[in-house]
């Protein structure tokens, strides 16, 4: 996958200024029809959350901009229900 472009918030049009964490990678669909993806979050300096997904790799690269409310509803979109705790002491 190359390097995310520079994509500019979607919640307020200012130019991402901060990464969160590192990237999510998996991949997409069925058996021989797999799309590797790479899904990276920011978050802008007005403090908008938002995730660039990167999807295919070539000419059939695809880019999609997603605003969402925190990290954690980020998180919870991506795991289901409830994201796992964290055992006492970490």
């Given at each position: 996958m190359s390097e995310p472009a520079r994509e500019a918030c979607p919640?307020?049009?200012?130019?991402q200024a901060i990464s969160i964490g590192s990237p999510f990678v998996g991949a997409v669909g069925f058996l021989w029809w797999k799309r590797p993806?790479?899904?990276?979050l920011f978050r802008c300096a007005e403090g908008h959350v938002y995730s660039v997904r990167l999807t295919g790799s070539g000419?059939?690269?695809t880019t999609t901009v997603e605003l969402h409310e925190s990290v954690e509803a980020w998180l919870q979109i991506r795991t289901g229900a409830q994201a796992p705790t964290r055992p006492p002491g970490l």
């Open positions: 919640g307020c049009g200012t130019p993806f790479e899904e990276r000419e059939a690269e």
